[in-house]
């Protein structure tokens, strides 16, 4: 009997301290990721207006030119694992509408110009905006809204402006091809006055052999027609890009600095793309990415905290 | 990070996701000592899955020439001086009986830290510790190829039949074949900031998923054996897929059972048997021929356990190069392996007579006895040679192949010989 008890304790014991350890944390978490801090949901007193002026597409880098400037300081991306970026320490931003179409004119600083991601350790210069979906009046402690892109329940729209999909708007077939990046790929000397013939198979079995073509990821397709991709994400790692793209922009690249224009229409028919209405005001967040130093996904230069973002009436 | 049991380390490790075996573990066993280097394997995958754009410089499976190949260009040189950071983790491992456990621990006690573990520990901005290779050195996939090593040169050495001789010659090289290892704890699956790879539950098999794929390389950097590619054609990356559908039994020719993949059944060397591994290591079923050969039997090894994944393509170490340095390729399992394969038992050479018999994916083995046909001493041991039969049977019971230790021979007679 006695010796069945203690066995008995002996067992629940061990268990206990067992469940102790898996609660203790050391576990269960990934300890990677900083801990949300107070900081990271107080935005900042100061934001972004978005002016009413009535102008199209044409007249958007006149209309920029009058709209009010507004910096945001970027830092290293060190919140969430891995970590990286903050190679470009600050970025411009300007707003107007025309009561149809919201623009935004984004400027930074960078020295090199990376416009293409083909070769192994090549990576794009890329920009993002990043809106709550939903309309939020409040960002608080008490009221927190990650600005790691988004969290479970609080989904953010991102508007992604890529360098390489700017270049391939106005490259033959709407692509750049692995022979852009390796003119001598099949040949080093090049006697051959058609090249392409004789390797006619590898380039008609890209359709059928490539994954991220017949998956139907944009990042595969030629033609997209657009240089700013249109995603969901409800925090790191949930990147998602959407069915319905609604999102465009130009961009151009001059004396070691980018200009890029992001426009899209105030409201879209699709339910996961933020909405505009003038004389609201939401938040917005901003990140770039600097590919010489190879940055890509978590390696970027973010502002962190949320900055306001008015939209003025339609006068 | 969880902590996770690593059965080729002898121990627990750090790894960021909760130990989860799938049900069966694809995995295969190449022995060295057959390899003729002939590449068959090779141009078998590259003419199934890369022979189109933007995956010219992609060989899923290579075959290197060991010390000196590699592709990419020194990977594995570079792996192990990132691991060896500086003489501050020298690798070492324990094999005192009491560090060893027939399951859990059979090489021994790994004390060094793994890729995942050093990366924690210095504090790098990645998982588990690697590089991107750039592009001269994904270019030469057969680089050094027939390069012997040598410590002296050929004058010093003398005659080519002095320094080679068992059980270490002194000029040596061997062929590493390589395809990806299909990780119990893949570090390309751990890498991955948006979860775009997984690990199948039925097989095993690790995947890319080219819908969640961004082609942000992190698996490209962080796979030590680097096996995942960037397809600079579709912006994203791409690795071996073990031949999935064959696996599933769907390729008509197997009458839906299990096939093994392309590299596998286009050895003409006969040096690889592919298969499934019982999903829990610590109830190996030894009727199956991976389970006996890599757990019960331990004459296949791990490429480099020390990186710490787990690595599912198992190799049966050359009997002629030196023991250090398979010691450090294949951990210290090496002598075991190489005393059991240099005088095999009745049972193993047996189970040899599989490798390569058929494409179907045989699930379990019997030997009927034979009479001894042949008799005599390797390395001061006696070997015992049985004409026994080993039958081969697929995972739904059916007998797929039937084969003796002695290769039956058949003379033609006279007459036949005069009329040609």
């Known amino acids: 009997m006695m010796k069945c008890l203690l066995r008995k304790s002996v067992f629940f014991g061990s268990t206990l301290v067992a469940l102790v350890f898996l609660c203790s944390g050391v576990t269960f978490s990934q300890g990677l990721d900083k801990e949300v801090s107070m900081e990271e949901n107080i935005p900042t007193s100061e934001g972004l207006t978005v002016k009413y002026i009535a102008t199209d597409l044409n007249g958007a880098d006149r209309a920029l030119g009058q709209a009010d400037p507004y910096k945001l300081e970027l830092q290293i991306q060190d919140l969430a694992f891995p970590n ?41 210069d890329a920009v993002g905006l990043m809106f709550p979906l ?89 033609n997209r027609g657009r240089s700013v991709e249109d995603l969901n994400a409800v925090g790191f790692g949930t990147l998602t890009s959407q069915e319905h793209q609604d ?12 200009d890029v224009v992001i426009y899209r229409p105030l409201e879209t028919s699709d339910e996961n793309d933020v909405k505009f209405v003038p004389g609201m005001s939401t938040f917005f967040n901003m990140a770039v990415w600097n590919g010489i130093e190879g940055d890509r996904n978590g ?15 339609v006068k | ?46 003419s199934t899955w890369t ?49 060893k456990d027939e399951t859990k621990a059979p090489y021994g006690l790994y004390n060094g830290d793994t890729i995942f573990e050093l990366a924690r520990t210095k504090g790098l901005n990645q998982v588990a510790v690697g590089y991107i290779p750039d592009d001269k050195e994904w270019r030469f996939p057969n680089i050094y190829e027939d390069t012997a090593a040598s410590e002296k040169t050929n004058y010093e050495t003398g005659p080519a039949a002095e320094s080679s001789e068992l059980p270490e010659h002194k000029r040596w090289f061997f062929y590493l074949q390589r395809i990806c290892n299909h990780c119990t704890y893949p570090a390309c699956l751990a890498a991955c900031p948006r979860k775009a790879i997984y690990k199948r539950k039925e097989d095993g098999i690790v995947l890319i998923d080219q819908k969640r794929c961004r082609g942000y390389r992190k698996c ?61 290591y610590r109830k190996p079923d030894p009727k199956n ?72 994916m045989l699930s379990r083995f019997e030997i009927e006895d034979g009479e001894k046909i042949f008799e005599s001493e390797v390395m001061g041991k006696k070997v015992e040679v049985y004409n026994d039969t080993v039958i081969g049977f697929a995972s739904d019971g059916t007998e797929m192949v039937r084969v003796k230790v002695e290769e039956p021979t058949w003379e033609s007679d006279e007459k036949r010989m005069i009329t040609y």
């Open chain 1, 134 to 222: 939903e309309t939020v009046k409040e960002i608080s402690p008490e009221k927190p809204f990650s600005p790691r892109m988004g969290d479970r329940g609080k989904p953010v729209n991102i508007w992604h402006w890529k360098a390489d999909w700017e270049k391939e708007l106005n490259v033959d077939g709407g692509k750049e091809h692995m022979e852009d990046e390796y003119p001598n790929m099949f040949t080093d000397f090049d006697f051959n006055p058609d090249p392409i013939h004789f390797h006619k198979e590898t380039y008609e079995s890209v359709p059928l052999m490539a994954g991220g073509i017949s998956a139907g990821s944009l990042l595969s397709q030629a």
């Open chain 2, 289 to 360: 021929p991976m389970d006996w050969l890599i757990h019960i039997h331990k004459v296949a090894l791990p490429l480099y356990p020390q990186f710490g994944t787990e690595p599912n393509i198992y190799y049966i170490p050359p009997r002629w190069a030196p023991r250090s340095y398979l010691r450090q390729m294949f951990g210290p399992g090496v002598d075991e392996a190489l005393d059991k394969y240099a005088s095999p038992s009745r049972t193993l050479l047996a189970v040899l007579q599989l490798f390569r018999t058929t494409q179907t």
């Open chain 2, 51 to 99: 022979y189109s754009k933007g995956q010219e410089y992609m060989w899923w499976n290579n075959v290197e020439t060991k010390p000196y190949g590699g592709y990419p260009q020194h990977w594995d040189h570079k792996i192990l001086q990132l691991l060896w950071d500086n003489g501050n983790n020298p690798m070492e491992w324990y094999t005192s009986a009491k560090d």
């Open chain 1, 84 to 124: 990286g970026g903050g190679s470009v320490q600050e970025v411009e931003v300007r707003g107007f509408h025309n009561g149809e179409t919201i623009f935004f004119g984004i400027k930074w600083n960078d020295a090199s110009k990376n416009d293409r991601a083909i070769a192994h350790a090549q990576f794009k």
């Open chain 1, 247 to 258: 999102v465009n922009g130009k961009g151009s690249w001059s004396n070691g600095k980018w």
């Open chain 2, 220 to 280: 490209v950097e962080q796979c030590p054996y680097k096996k995942s590619m960037y397809r600079g054609e579709t912006r994203m990356s791409e690795k071996c897929i073990a031949c999935y559908p064959r696996v599933e039994g769907k390729d008509p020719v197997t009458k839906g059972r299990r096939m093994e993949a392309r590299c596998m059944a286009a050895c003409v060397g006969k040096i690889r048997l592919n298969g499934l591994l019982t999903g829990d």
């Open chain 2, 1 to 46: 990070m969880t902590l996770v049991h690593n059965w080729h380390l002898g121990r627990t490790m750090e790894y960021p996701y909760f130990e989860s075996r799938p049900e069966h573990q694809f995995a295969a066993v190449f022995n060295i000592n057959r390899c003729i280097a002939c590449q068959t394997c090779t141009m078998a995958h590259k």
């Open chain 1, 299 to 313: 390696q970027k230069s973010v502002s962190i905290r949320w900055r306001p973002l008015k939209i003025e009436t």
